[in-house]
């Protein structure tokens, strides 16, 4: 019995990694719409379902069950070798029914079903091959203490194996090494049972299992037909309750691939331990009814107490957090601990529920096999069920009212077990099920409403977390204008002040404010690149910002793909102010399905491709930064057609970033990256299949329409100077960039399983930024990118014109590239000249020095008395000193110590002497700080300052119009 157990344990870890492989598999072939996926699981379960119900009987009538789940283990691994394979020919088969959704769906599902289904088929009938095994002719009694031992240990190998897939096989050896070591522990699995078989003789397993025992008294039991129903129900309420908790806790912890095998791994935690208990608790029970209709209201209630808990998760995983340092193991365990506090009080109840139906449905005489298959295949069939109507009713419902009706559906189930049990007096089930109801209908009107704001906050963005953590004050609370849960993902929009965001799951994907630059330049940049277009496809519909962006440029038709169809209605009611109602204009075609899916399926090609998808940690979203799916784009791209990507640098690894850089080369030879704006934390990728230019002069010419002008404006483009100056890698920077990098593929994920933690560790991310805008940056020379300059002085004010425009955008080194390069073309000199004023300036050269000598020493207002008065005017003294001898952080410390009325009373020249200090300390938001109030100054001097200083802070534009004034003023 041991061996047996043991190996329905490893057989469990086993098939739970083969179904999230063939599941991720699949999701790639036929996209990753909820349709898709739901048809890829109803295949997968509903296998299982005809393998319980057929092999039950057949267990039956072997006198050697124990070689038939032998059998089976060989049938499963031999064909999971084959099903990576299969699923490739898939593509093929479904292609003829593209032209109609009802025909594309029933030919997914045949598809699935004619790769999974053998598999799954065997895989349900280990089970009862199992209980078979261990469960004597004549001792069919033991038979529900049987099943929940073995259907505990198969849960539990389950654990072992979501855990081993999530967290160490995927990221170690890639899905396709994980495929074949799963087909190879069920192949070892078939090669130890029949070695124990042998080993056995010719005894039957069965025999050796047990030894007989005197035939249990008769008792009580309720109609099979009422257990047959209860385990149907009570399999779609797990599984929708499953399917809900998922997706809330997805917004609470994440969408990342660690997340959902988190709340897998305490899901079935749960189910094991409680089917173990069940186990135990079946030796020598005398009322079979009564403890299958209190797990399930236990359950039912530790389902209402979890959906009440769920808002104050965030609140309760920043608690965790602030006690633990942002290391990925840290915050893992803590959101770990979090899901096994909610999810196990209702889990431990369902996983009693089989179990318990088992001992309820009492086995017969020669039947064990087939009646355990029934049981299982009827929970199967109502698992379908369950994550059919958890996924595709949601948007109906919405996530709280889902679980509120799961809630209900489980008292009710209860109540009719309590109603049907025959071991309690009439009396007994009147009062239980009255109890049973009144308390459910209490509980569900009292329970509390959701706080959204707090629930759907984000806090699985650790740099958000720690950011309310520093502040020590009460949470910043927006208005909340829209909040729905939809198909795919739960969409909010919120207002702080004057900024409209709109959220994913809890994660920001665009607003009216700061990303605008970015929405704006990602859908205009490659038509400012390509020249017109007649076909345009956008992948990602966001806020729409993009979608309008692309119509102000000359495009004949836009095909717009977004997944989630919640989205575009917020989108439209809120931000059709910044994106010009695209979908209203009529060269417009919205498609809700998935982006890579549709763009694999075929069609006409285009000649600019956008893509902005979210983060790349984001299980799903993951799928738009790998190799396979930019070889998909290129497909789709007419010849010398361009491809513009969203990637972003923010709370990203750099080997991340080059994984990602790596793929798009390996499919597009000729890549450019350019920053969204200047210090942006997102870049945009733009590529061809052939070689492209960045071309000055076309650029100039695109932005000469006025609506694409004005877009561009919109965008902070003011010239196709600003569009060059952004240039960070060019095609032959990207071979250098990324060597020694991987490329991030499907099989791999190596951006999917190594984003998230970097998002954990965010603080350990942030030196790529200093890097790649730094002046030390080696990359992104504009001499190897740029055509379209023209020749003699019309090629010299081009290169001045660039220069001018790369330190608008910081790019001090680049600009004295340039520089040098008009220097060697005949031409006009003053603009020349005044272009390298500023550059001498920036880097120190023909610097003025602090007028200390002719600075006003600081006002001393009257009511501080004469005796304070008299300390600061000799402290100011003492400042003057300390300022001759450079010694500047001690002359802050000390102005930092006067009342803030001496710095309104002095005014500029105090002011003046503070910021150069704060400057020289490389504190340059104070020096700016200090100096923006006096501005238009009375010296020169504080122009220079706030010049340097804003340089210094990542304000470019303004610090060089600051340099500019200041060169002016000194008649230059």
């Known amino acids: 019995m041991r061996l047996l157990v043991c190996c329905c344990v490893v057989s469990g870890a086993a098939s739970l990694v083969l179904e999230l492989v063939w599941v991720r598999l699949l999701g790639l072939v036929f996209g990753a719409t909820h349709l898709a996926i739901a048809t890829v699981l109803a295949t997968f379960m509903g296998g299982l379902a005809l393998g319980s119900r057929v092999g039950g009987p057949r267990a039956d009538r072997m006198s050697r069950p124990a070689l038939g789940y032998a059998g089976c283990e060989l049938g499963i691994g031999l064909c999971a070798l084959a099903v990576p394979g299969l699923i490739g020919a898939l593509p093929g088969l479904v292609a003829p029914f593209e032209g109609s959704p009802l025909g594309l769906g029933l030919a997914r599902f045949v598809g699935a079903a004619l790769v999974l289904l053998v598999p799954t088929t065997l895989m349900g009938a280990t089970l009862p091959f199992l209980v078979r095994a261990l469960v004597p002719a004549g001792q069919e009694g033991r038979a529900p203490a049987r099943l929940g031992l073995l259907y505990g240990a198969n849960t539990a190998g389950a654990v072992v194996?979501?855990?081993?897939?999530?967290?160490?096989?995927?990221?170690?050896?890639?899905?396709?090494?994980?495929?074949?070591?799963?087909?190879?522990?069920?192949?070892?699995l078939f090669l130890v049972v029949c070695l124990a078989a042998w080993r056995a003789g010719g005894r039957p397993a069965a025999a050796v299992a047990s030894p007989p025992s005197a035939p249990e008294p008769a008792v009580p039991l309720p109609p099979r037909a009422t257990v047959l129903v209860t385990v149907l129900v009570s399999g779609a309420i797990a599984m929708a309750l499953?399917?809900?908790?998922?997706?809330?806790?997805?917004?609470?912890?994440?969408?990342?691939?660690?997340?959902?095998?988190?709340?897998?791994?305490?899901?079935?935690?749960?189910?094991?331990?409680?089917?173990?208990?069940?186990?135990?608790?079946?030796?020598?029970?005398?009322a079979p009814a009564t403890p299958l209709a209190w797990a399930l209201a236990l359950g039912a209630f530790g389902a209402l107490v979890a959906s009440i808990e769920l808002d104050r998760m965030p609140a309760a995983f920043l608690t965790l957090l602030e006690g633990s340092a942002s290391r990925p193991e840290s915050v893992l365990r803590s959101q770990t601990l979090l899901?096994?506090?909610?999810?196990?009080?209702?889990?431990?109840?369902?996983?009693?529920?089989?179990?318990?139906?088992?001992?309820?449905?009492?086995?017969?005489?020669?039947?064990?096999?087939?009646?355990?298959?029934?049981?299982?295949?009827?929970?199967?069939?109502?698992a379908i069920a369950g994550s059919i109507a958890g996924g595709f009713l949601l948007p109906l419902v919405g996530l709280e009212r889902g679980l509120h009706a799961c809630v209900a559906a489980g008292l009710v189930l209860s109540v009719v077990v309590f109603a049907r049990a025959p071991e309690r007096t009439r009396g007994d089930r009147i009062r239980l099920c009255a109890c049973i109801a009144g308390l459910g209908v209490v509980a569900l009107a009292m329970?509390?409403?959701?706080d959204l704001v707090r629930f759907s906050y984000g806090l699985f963005r650790v740099s958000i977390a720690r950011d309310l953590l520093a502040r020590k004050k009460a949470w910043p609370i927006p208005e909340l204008l829209y909040y729905e849960d939809g198909v795919a993902t739960t969409v909010s929009v919120e207002r702080w002040g004057k900024t409209v965001a709109i959220k994913n799951n809890g994660k920001v994907d665009a607003s009216n404010d700061a990303d605008m630059p970015t929405q704006i330049t990602v859908g205009l940049l490659p038509l400012l690149v390509h020249g017109?277009?007649?076909?345009?496809?956008?992948?990602?519909?966001?806020?729409?910002?993009?979608?309008?962006?692309?119509?102000?440029?000359?495009?004949?038709?836009?095909?717009?793909?977004?997944?989630?169809?919640?989205?575009?209605e917020a989108a439209s009611r809120f931000f059709d102010g910044e994106n010009h109602r695209p979908l209203a204009d009529p060269r417009t075609r919205l498609h809700l399905d998935d982006g890579r899916g549709f763009l694999q399926r075929g069609g006409p090609a285009y000649d600019v491709i956008v893509s902005q998808p979210s983060n790349p940690w984001i299980t799903g979203v993951s799928n738009l930064f790998t190799r396979e799916y930019f070889e998909i784009v290129r497909r789709r791209l007419a010849p010398g057609g361009l491809f513009c990507q969203w990637a972003q640098l923010y709370e990203l690894h750099p080997i991340r970033i080059k994984a990602i850089l790596a793929a798009v080369r390996a499919v597009f030879p000729h890549a450019y990256?350019?920053?969204?704006?200047?210090?942006?934390?997102?870049?945009?990728?733009?590529?061809?299949?052939?070689?492209f230019e960045l071309d000055r002069a076309r650029i100039a010419a695109m932005m000469a329409e006025p609506r694409a002008r004005a877009e561009a404006l919109r965008g902070g483009l003011r010239s196709a100077d600003?569009?060059?100056?952004?240039?960070?890698?060019?095609?032959?920077?990207?071979?250098?960039f990324t060597a020694g990098a991987p490329e991030n593929t499907d099989d791999n994920a190596f951006v999917e399983l190594g984003a998230p933690l970097d998002l954990y560790g965010w603080d350990r991310t942030t030196r790529v930024l200093a890097r790649i805008y730094g002046d030390r940056w080696p990359y992104g020379r504009l001499e190897r990118a740029v055509g379209g300059l023209g020749q003699g002085p019309e090629r010299r004010e081009a290169?001045?014109?660039?220069?001018?425009?790369?330190?608008?955008?910081?790019?001090?080194?680049?600009?004295?590239?340039?520089?040098?390069?008009?220097?060697?073309?005949?031409?006009?000199?003053?603009?020349?000249?005044?272009?390298?004023?500023?550059?001498?300036?920036?880097?120190?050269?023909?610097?003025?020095?602090?007028?200390?000598?002719?600075?006003?020493?600081?006002?001393?207002?009257?009511g501080l008395g004469e005796k304070r008065a008299a300390e600061i005017a000799a402290e100011y003294a003492t400042v003057e000193r300390l300022a001759r001898r450079g010694a500047w952080k001690e002359a802050v410390e000390l102005m930092d110590g006067w009342p803030a009325d001496v710095g309104r009373a002095s005014g500029p020249d105090l002011a003046l002497l503070y910021a150069w200090a704060s400057w020289q300390m490389v504190e340059p938001e104070d020096a700016v700080d200090a100096l923006a109030p006096f501005d238009p100054p009375r010296r020169p001097e504080v122009l220079y300052v706030l010049g340097r200083a804003r340089f210094d802070a990542g304000h470019y534009r303004k610090s060089i119009e600051s340099l500019e004034r200041y060169l002016r003023a000194r008649g230059r």
Request: no cysteine.
């Open 161 to 188: 194996g979501s855990f081993a897939a999530g967290f160490g096989l995927l990221g170690a050896i890639g899905v396709a090494a994980t495929n074949r070591v799963a087909a190879v522990t069920d192949l070892v």
């Open 242 to 286: 499953e399917v809900l908790w998922s997706r809330a806790l997805a917004i609470v912890l994440g969408s990342s691939i660690y997340s959902f095998s988190i709340i897998l791994v305490a899901y079935l935690v749960g189910l094991s331990a409680g089917a173990a208990i069940a186990a135990r608790l079946l030796a020598g029970n005398r």
């Open 339 to 382: 899901a096994l506090a909610l999810l196990l009080p209702p889990t431990l109840p369902m996983g009693a529920v089989l179990p318990f139906a088992a001992r309820a449905l009492s086995p017969r005489p020669g039947a064990v096999g087939a009646d355990v298959g029934r049981l299982y295949g009827w929970n199967t069939l109502g």
């Open 447 to 450: 329970a509390p409403r959701w």
């Open 532 to 568: 017109p277009a007649e076909r345009v496809a956008l992948v990602g519909y966001g806020s729409g910002v993009t979608a309008g962006a692309i119509l102000e440029g000359p495009v004949g038709h836009l095909d717009v793909i977004e997944l989630e169809p919640r989205v575009v």
């Open 673 to 691: 990256v350019l920053a969204a704006e200047s210090l942006s934390t997102d870049v945009l990728l733009v590529a061809s299949d052939r070689p």
């Open 722 to 736: 600003d569009v060059l100056a952004m240039l960070l890698l060019g095609p032959e920077d990207l071979e250098a």
């Open 799 to 862: 290169l001045v014109s660039i220069a001018r425009a790369l330190l608008d955008h910081g790019r001090l080194r680049e600009a004295e590239r340039a520089l040098e390069r008009a220097r060697k073309v005949a031409g006009a000199e003053a603009r020349l000249a005044a272009v390298s004023a500023l550059v001498d300036l920036l880097r120190g050269r023909d610097a003025p020095a602090l007028p200390l000598d002719e600075l006003e020493p600081a006002r001393v207002p009257e």
